[in-house]
């Protein structure tokens, strides 16, 4: 947002020289603002999305990710940067990191070339911090076969690769074999979506509204499959009153209210009978609330794989073709309970540990 309010100020070069000299103060001024906690234990976490990145989903992953560290690292002082933040503060961010800070990279979709502003990011990060055990926390990996996504891959082959204590985490399956692959020299483990994290904090049904609605919570990006003429379909074999929304909010999201929007959205999922999404964290905010849920493909296997996560919940399911929409609702509807998992026993408990075995 900084550099946008600049950049909208003033145009052409002079505007980008201010730009550039506006950010040199910003990285002195954020040294000395943490200088104290240079030698302290603390945790450099990267790439959060900011306000103007709308998407509740990634700041979602935030919160998640930020109370996962709390319980699991009490004593470290986290200090969160931003994507435009890690790009544009990393004299800064190396000026306060010492050799026994954990480097956190944030989660998300966007290892690949069709999040090169992320992706420039984390190769920034990992490239100007040698010395740090950096975790980069669960992506969907896709680099395209385009001569775009090959130049980029070998970009990020190149970065990675070199970095000696660099963990990769892979948001689905699919991810984790191109991980492999890819960055032969880095740790890999396969890990799912932090929101899951927040099932204890999300699963209170207590003052709910009655489900009444059908909620359509539909893409409407590049990474969409569905065409104008598919979304009536949908809406024609759902045959009840629909409710659309997206996980893009039409408003910034300063990082005081993440929360606030998050418990938004669980109420409206609370409020919801059923959903059907191409969504990956429509259906994350599904899990969480045990609201029926069909999920649809996209353009990558960003749910497609991940979805083996999900085996044994039984109230969501995947629709391979539209024409399976009404039959698998009616199946949902008709089950007698709700069966899910406890996501932090199985998943993030242990975590720690299993990143601690690679020092």
């Not at 969160?80 to 010492?98: G, P, V």
């Not at 927040?198 to 569905?226: A, F, G, H, P, Y």
Request: a positive charge; glycine letters at 4%; proline letters at 4%.
């Amino acid at each position: 947002m900084f550099q946008l309010l600049v950049l909208n100020l003033v145009k052409g070069v002079r505007s980008k020289s201010l730009f550039h000299v506006l950010y040199k103060f910003k990285n002195i001024y954020l040294f000395l603002k943490y200088y104290n906690l240079k030698h302290q234990r603390k945790i450099i976490y990267v790439l959060t999305p900011p306000m103007q990145l709308p998407n509740i989903g990634d700041h979602a992953q935030v919160v998640g990710i930020k109370k996962w560290m709390s319980d699991k690292y009490p004593d470290y002082q986290v200090l969160e940067f931003n994507k435009d933040e890690t790009i544009y503060l990393q004299w800064a961010i190396k000026k306060l990191t010492s050799k026994n800070d954990l480097v956190f990279i944030h989660s998300g979709g966007n290892m690949g070339d069709s999040g090169l502003w992320s992706e420039r990011g984390r190769r920034l990060t990992i490239k100007n911090l040698p010395d740090n055990k950096i975790i980069s926390l669960p992506q969907t990996i896709f680099f395209s076969d385009t001569d775009t996504g090959r130049k980029e891959l070998k970009i990020s082959q190149a970065i990675y690769n070199q970095h000696p204590n660099l963990i990769i985490m892979a948001r689905d399956f699919k991810s984790e074999s191109l991980a492999r692959e890819y960055f032969p020299n880095a740790n890999i483990i396969s890990c799912p979506d932090f929101v899951l994290y927040l099932q204890n904090q999300t699963s209170d049904e207590s003052n709910q509204e009655e489900r009444v609605n059908t909620l359509l919570c539909l893409r409407k990006d590049s990474e969409s499959i569905l065409t104008n003429e598919k979304r009536t379909k949908i809406k024609d074999l759902v045959n009840q009153p629909i409710i659309y929304i997206d996980t893009t909010l039409p408003r910034l999201i300063p990082r005081k209210n993440r929360e606030n929007e998050l418990k938004l959205i669980i109420q409206r999922m609370y409020s919801s009978k059923i959903v059907i999404t191409d969504r990956f964290h429509g259906l994350i905010f599904a899990v969480l609330t045990k609201t029926p849920c069909i999920v649809l493909s996209t353009v990558n296997h960003k749910i497609t794989s991940a979805f083996k996560w999900f085996d044994g919940i039984n109230f969501v399911a995947f629709a391979h073709n539209l024409e399976e929409i009404p039959r698998l609702i009616n199946e949902i509807e008709k089950l007698p309970s709700k069966e899910s998992k406890d996501w932090a026993t199985l998943y993030f408990d242990s975590l720690k540990t299993i990143l601690k075995s690679y020092d």
